[in-house]
């Protein structure tokens, strides 16, 4: 009767932590990852191959570059996506950061618009309201309205550092995220506004920046200005769960690349 009641009670033992270890690798094999919006093709099409491939779910919020940092930072995302460096500051507070691709920015004007090029510098004093009418830079006689992202935004960030209009910009509109923003311009013959190369459909028309085309070529090989580096932020002080590891080899291997390039980013690794 010991003997049985004994067997019993390992019985269960065992059973409880099959549950349990069942369990724990449910929760294990969902990686989640959270920030720039202007990373959602890129990171969506990673997450389809990826989970076709291991069977592991990627789940994607899109929720801003500076909100996936801190997502990453307080632990509520395994990696944080953001469409600009980190900061020095971010670093110090026990983020890591790798970048995955470079993104052009594209200036984007509606089909209608007849201007085809600007220079870095006419972008700037458009944006900090020098430049005022399409007139000035070949354009028809009408009134430029500045689309933007809000503050926050990496690609914003991004804008406003390379333009050097950073706290300048005059802008109508202040939009939470890149398909706003495109949606925005193309309904608006005087708009003017910036987004992630990688979403640029047709739209929009991308103008050419000192007379070079936004273009993965022009982008790898810096003529492009307008452009910055897709980051994945992680804690520095602890490690990533193995599925989530095994994401963020796949997505930095040579093996992610074409799925990169398709996806419109230029892929580093």
Not at 17 to 36: N, P, Y
Not at 63 to 86: F, N
Not at 147 to 176: H, P, V, W
Not at 193 to 213: F, H, P, R, T
Request: proline share 2%; aromatic share 6%; glycine share 10%.
């Amino acid at each position: 009767m010991k003997r049985t009641f004994m067997m019993l009670l390992a019985a269960i033992f065992v059973s409880a932590s099959v549950f349990a270890g069942g369990a724990k690798e449910e929760v294990s094999s969902v990686v989640s990852t959270d920030g720039s919006t202007s990373m959602e093709k890129v990171i969506l099409s990673l997450a389809e191959v990826f989970e076709e491939e291991e069977g592991i779910t990627v789940t994607y919020n899109p929720t801003g570059s500076g909100s996936g940092i801190t997502a990453a930072m307080e632990g509520r995302a395994d990696i944080g996506l953001s469409s600009r460096a980190l900061k020095q500051a971010e670093k110090d507070a026990g983020l890591t950061e790798t970048v995955l691709a470079l993104d052009g920015i594209a200036m984007i004007v509606n089909n209608g618009n007849p201007v085809s090029d600007l220079t870095l510098d006419q972008i700037a004093a458009i944006y900090t309201g020098e430049i005022t009418n399409w007139s000035e830079v070949g354009g028809g006689d009408a009134a430029i309205v500045l689309i933007g992202r809000e503050a926050g935004s990496g690609t914003r960030d991004g804008f406003e550092s390379i333009s050097g209009t950073a706290e300048k910009c005059m802008y109508n509109q202040e939009l939470t995220s890149t398909g706003a923003v495109i949606t925005a311009v193309a309904s608006n013959p005087n708009a003017i506004g910036y987004a992630s190369l990688a979403s640029v459909e047709d739209n929009v028309k991308a103008l050419k920046v000192n007379g070079v085309e936004a273009s993965e070529e022009t982008v790898k090989d810096g003529s492009y200005v307008v452009q910055r580096p897709f980051v994945l932020a992680t804690r520095t002080d602890k490690a990533l769960s193995s599925a989530a590891q095994e994401f963020y080899d796949y997505i930095t291997s040579p093996d992610a690349s074409q799925v990169i390039l398709e996806a419109g980013a230029v892929p580093l690794h």
